[in-house]
């Protein structure tokens, strides 16, 4: 006959149980808690952080877009002083061709030639236009010459011939005292040297004398010897380019003479009005 275990005996080892498992639970909860509140809390840090973000970005995006509208501020300003700058240049060749009316339009020819060469030889547009104001400008020296020997229609005599030749060097130092971003003053100093060393002022030889210089020089002598002059009349474009031809490689630069030969010869350029 069995038994029965008595239920007083089993309860107090239920409730230890249950009074542990709760203990353990009530921890765990406990700890949820914590962890809990600590999630919370780096939410609200990510929130303002976030919001702070939002915040910076908006001033980021206002900072850019004043940076934008002053960057195209100076663009304008920029483009109204090269305008200035250029309006300025023309006067001064205007002043230039004015002193010397029988070559009117000489400048102008040549700057033509010069940036139609310079852009076959690949100069970017910045340095044709450099190539275009030194043509305008490159004479503007002549002012030092007296009128009577600029229009004089026969032979000049030695110290005529002298007085001319002083034109590169005062046309230098006119120029020299203007910022621009080419070599312009260069350019009228040098544009009648010859590479082997024959032309004036400092008689120059080679890369000595610089290449926008190099390129005036095949203009120059292109135009001039087309023109009509006070002491001949114009001797036309096969005779200046037959010159060009002769000189090539010592008194014009070889490239620059092959170039302008191609110009005129293949590619039908001709000397503007
Ligand atoms: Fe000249």
């Known amino acids: ?12 080892v239920d409730e230890i149980a249950l009074m542990s498992e709760n203990t353990q639970l009530s921890s765990a909860l ?3 808690a914590i962890v809990n509140k600590e999630l919370a809390f780096q939410n609200a840090e990510k929130e303002k952080r976030a919001a702070e973000l939002v915040i910076a970005n908006k001033e980021l995006a206002f900072q850019n877009a004043e940076k934008g509208k002053r960057a195209a501020e100076l663009v304008i300003a920029n483009e109204r002083l090269h305008g200035a700058l250029m309006n300025t240049v023309r006067v001064a ?10 070559t009117a339009g000489h400048e102008r020819r040549v700057a033509e030639i010069s940036v139609a060469i310079s852009a076959e030889l690949g100069f970017d547009t910045s340095r044709q236009e450099g190539i275009r104001v030194a043509g305008y ?3 503007v020296g002549k002012m030092v010459i007296p009128a009577e020997i600029l229009a004089k229609p026969g032979k000049l005599t030695e110290i005529e011939y002298s ?14 005292g203007v910022e621009f971003p080419w070599p312009i003053a260069e350019v009228a100093l040098q544009h009648h040297e010859r590479m082997d060393g024959t032309g004036y002022p400092q008689g120059l030889r080679g890369e000595d004398i610089i290449v926008e210089a190099r390129i005036l020089a095949v203009a120059d002598t292109v135009e001039s010897m087309s023109s009509h002059r006070p002491y001949r009349a114009g001797l036309g474009i096969d005779k200046a380019l037959a010159e060009i031809e002769r000189g090539r490689g010592t008194s014009y630069d070889a490239a620059v003479a092959e170039v302008c030969l191609k110009l005129f010869r293949e590619k039908g350029f001709n000397i503007p009005e």
């Open 163 to 176: 007085l001319i030749k002083q034109h590169p060097q005062a046309g230098h130092d006119v120029l020299k």
């Open 137 to 139: 400008l490159h004479d």
């Open 30 to 32: 406990k700890s949820l």
């Open 93 to 102: 060749m205007i002043l230039s061709e004015l002193r010397d009316p029988y």
């Open 1 to 12: 006959m069995s038994r029965a275990k008595p239920s007083h005996l089993s309860k107090p």
